[in-house]
């Protein structure tokens, strides 16, 4: 069965065929970044279990011996020695907080919100007098 069966005819598109893939420049490109964004994940899993000693010491070091670490490391060692580290270690490992959902409104702009007291107590209705 073809593609073309099951889906409705879109303009301008093209079928898939060995005509239409990327060059192998833009594949290299492609995994490079991938293999990229994989050392970063890599160092920061090292670096996550490193003891805070450890760490510390790792970023004395990179201060006084600047030539002996990469760019990507000593920029690794300061972001994860910040606050936001945390937050988005957490955003990405555990995810995020979960938004809240209207359910009552249907999608409906709130104007306003009404208090009403169901069952008052008797003396609390009463008008407070000096």
């Not at 970023?59 to 670490?69: F, G, Q, W």
């Not at 104007?111 to 407070?128: H, Q, W």
């Amino acid at each position: 069965m073809k593609n073309d069966v099951k889906n409705e005819p879109v303009a301008n598109r093209k079928q898939f065929t060995r005509d239409y893939q990327p060059t192998p420049e833009a594949k290299s490109k492609g995994w490079e970044r991938r293999r990229i964004k994989q050392e970063i994940m890599d160092l920061i899993a090292r670096l996550d279990t490193m003891s805070m000693e450890e760490l510390d010491s790792l970023r004395k070091d990179i201060e006084l011996n600047p030539s002996k670490h990469s760019v990507r490391e000593a920029r690794l060692v300061r972001y994860m020695t910040r606050e936001k580290f945390l937050i988005d270690y957490l955003d990405r490992n555990v995810g995020k907080a979960p938004q809240d959902i209207d359910i009552t409104s249907a999608g409906d702009k709130i104007e306003g919100i009404r208090v009403e007291i169901v069952n008052p107590r008797d003396n609390d209705t009463e008008p407070k007098t000096n």
